[in-house]
């Protein structure tokens, strides 16, 4: 049977074959909405991925989205389903363009200023998703990994760093050593300057590994 690989990488840390997994997956997902293809997705990846571990049983799933980029795709399908948590991070206002939802306790909106640095975004996470996400207790975590917010990618206007990527994947680490059996799966998004991305997906993928 043929299986995609970001989930054959659920699958394969749902059944403990795996701790954690990073899929390079592209196109990315998260504009992608269930009927229409948007900003270089087509099929919403990380949505797809969550609805599978759903029906696999699981009651509860967060996401967490640090792409420069709302994903609004990720936001539209799972707004009116409590099971999944969104978090998110991304510079505000900017592309898509779509109005902050406030209405849903379980979409958890961190908006960043066009030239935020790190210590922005360490505090974003800090103030609005770790709270959220400790509350909720997910069971497995998926990351819209998405690498240009990167001080270096010429996409968007923050300015993180290779280093801030490793903090942020160690934060959703212990988290899902808390609450999800140290769960993590996680799939490219953006990331559009190579040297960067390169460099970041590989602090990234050194928190998922437990390297210090
Ligand atoms: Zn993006």
């Not at 990618?153 to 160690?170: A, E, F, P």
Request: charged fraction near 20%; glycine fraction near 8%.
């Amino acid at each position: 049977m043929l299986r995609g690989r970001w989930v054959q990488g659920v699958d394969l840390v749902l059944r403990g074959e795996a701790d954690t997994a990073f899929c390079g997956i592209r196109p990315p997902g998260h504009h992608a909405e269930q009927n229409r293809a948007m900003g270089f997705c087509i099929f919403n990846n990380v949505a797809v991925g969550a609805a599978h571990a759903l029906a696999a049983g699981l009651a509860r799933v967060a996401i967490v989205d640090f792409d420069v980029h709302h994903g609004n795709g990720t936001e539209s399908v799972f707004q009116d389903d409590q099971r999944v948590m969104l978090c998110s991070t991304f510079q505000h206002p900017f592309y898509p363009n779509t109005p902050l939802n406030r209405e849903h306790k379980h979409i958890i909106h961190a908006p960043l200023k066009a030239g935020a640095y790190s210590e922005a975004f360490q505090q974003a996470v800090q103030e609005h998703w770790l709270p959220a996400l400790h509350l909720f207790r997910p069971q497995l975590i998926l990351v819209s990994a998405g690498f240009d917010a990167h001080f270096d990618d010429d996409m968007g206007q923050l300015n993180l760093l290779d280093s801030d990527y490793y903090w942020v994947t160690r934060e959703i680490m212990k988290l899902a050593e808390h609450h999800a059996r140290g769960r993590v799966v996680s799939t490219l998004e953006g990331g559009y300057q190579a040297q960067a991305l390169g460099r970041s997906a590989v602090q990234h993928i050194r928190a998922l590994m437990r390297l210090d």
